[in-house]
């Protein structure tokens, strides 16, 4: 069946739609079912997509920028290379999805869920993540320079090798995070729990972990240099062949 851009309207049954490599820009389909869809490549910037199902559908490619995608549902579906920017995206769910080099820099993911999520590489430079379920998600090799997580829940969650300069985790669970080799620059972890977390080799120099939950948490061969450590708790913390230069230790 074809459609036309007038055919397609906000609250339409959309499932299993093939509309790859069109042209939908403007186009509201909020409260649609789109599950299952093909929109690889699809022009959808500035598109009204929030409360639509978006479950199982391929968005590889996708332009989205500045797209409302509000209280979506986009579990396990395929968004690889898709470009987000500077969109909305809170109370959406993406949980089991891949986002592998995606980018959501600028844009409004507070509450959002990416349990078990795949965004290795991907491009989240100075975005909103507050209040969000992060469980497993794998940020690998990420930007998430200038990015705003705090109170989120990051347990087991893996940011090895990915760009945190200055990056706010307040109050957030990293608990059994994986960490390694992170650049964590100047990075706010005030009253983070950090418990059993992996921070081997990671560069936290002028980083912020005043009252922090550290127990048995790694920080072998890590920089630690100027951090601030007031207040927090290193019962079984590994410092072994952590740089201290001017560190800020607990009393």
């Known amino acids: ?37 093909n929109l690889k490549a699809t022009q959808l ?35 690889n290379d898709a470009r987000i920017s500077c969109s909305r995206l809170h109370y959406a769910i993406l949980n089991h999805s891949t986002l592998k080099w995606t980018k959501l820099d600028r844009s409004n993911l507070n509450h959002v869920s990416l349990v078990g999520s795949l965004l290795s590489h991907a491009l989240l430079e100075s975005s909103e993540i507050r209040h969000a379920m992060l469980i497993r998600a794998d940020f690998s090799d990420a930007n998430l320079r200038n990015a705003d997580l705090d109170f989120s829940d990051m347990t087991a969650a893996k940011f090895n090798h ?5 990056i706010s985790l307040k109050s957030t669970n990293l608990c059994g995070a994986s960490v390694v080799e992170a650049d964590l620059h100047g990075a706010d972890l005030r009253k983070s729990n950090l418990q059993g977390a992996n921070f081997t080799g990671s560069r936290l120099y002028f980083a ?8 048995n948490a790694n920080f072998k061969n890590a920089d630690l240099s100027h951090a601030d450590l007031t207040g927090a708790n290193l019962s079984g913390a590994n410092l072994r062949g952590a740089k201290l230069h001017l560190t800020k230790l607990p009393n």
Do not use: V
């Open 45 to 79: 910037t500035y598109a009204n997509l929030s409360r639509s199902c978006l479950q199982s559908s391929n968005m590889k490619d996708a332009d989205l920028y500045k797209s409302n995608l509000e209280h979506c549902d986009i579990s396990n579906a395929n968004l």
């Open 1 to 37: 069946m074809k459609f036309s851009r007038e055919t397609l309207i906000p609250n339409s049954d959309l499932r299993g739609i093939n509309l790859s490599s069109k042209n939908l820009k403007n186009l509201s389909l909020k409260g649609s079912d789109l599950s299952g869809a």
């Open 162 to 166: 990915a760009n945190m300069r200055r």
């Open 208 to 215: 912020d972990l005043r009252g922090a939950i550290m127990t």
